[in-house]
């Protein structure tokens, strides 16, 4: 039999830290918790992080860094929106608003996640950006588990759990 390597439809498990390359700060670790599962090829991944485990098999480790256009895009400053203040006036009852501060927006498209970068007497700036968009990133990745996907797994695009079983 020969040893399994990630490949298309097939369901990885992976420890990671990823790190930015120019102050080595960690922004998203698997370290102390479950290692993360998901369905090769159905775009449940950056696309840089796919690619560069392509091929892989279980107990390997790789390192690569990533252009912001294989992570999360360059930043977009049509993203960057001046919302009036009195959109949040639900809110700021129960919270003063500040800059760096994470919400949500509930979109026609669906929640879409926003960071307040200014607050002023009339309006909240709201950057839509993914807060990675625009910056390089560093992964260590390790191989923990591989299995060929279920049949609903790939029809559904998604992973369903360590036997490939939705719960219930």
């Known amino acids: 039999m020969t040893e399994l390597t990630v490949s ?9 830290t990823g790190t930015l390359p120019d102050n080595g700060e960690i922004f998203d ?3 102390g918790r479950e290692p993360l599962s998901f369905l090769v090829g159905h775009q449940q991944m950056i696309p840089g992080f796919e690619e560069e485990i392509m091929g892989a098999a279980v ?3 790789r390192e690569f860094t990533l252009t912001s256009e294989r992570a999360y895009g360059e930043r977009d400053e049509a993203a960057v929106l001046q919302i009036p203040r009195e959109q949040f006036a639900q809110l700021e009852a129960e919270a003063a608003l500040e800059p760096g501060m994470q919400l949500v927006a509930q979109m026609p498209h669906g929640p879409s996640p926003f960071t307040i970068t200014e607050v002023s007497d009339e309006t909240i700036t709201a950057d839509f950006n993914h807060t990675l968009a625009g910056k390089a990133l560093t992964f260590n990745v390790e191989i923990v ?3 060929a996907a279920s049949d609903d797994e790939v029809s559904h695009g998604h992973a369903h759990g360590p036997d490939g079983h939705q719960d219930h």
């Open 145 to 147: 588990e591989l299995r």
């Open 8 to 16: 298309g439809n097939m369901v990885a498990s992976v420890h990671y």
């Open 59 to 61: 107990g390997e480790k």
């Open 29 to 31: 670790s698997s370290e």
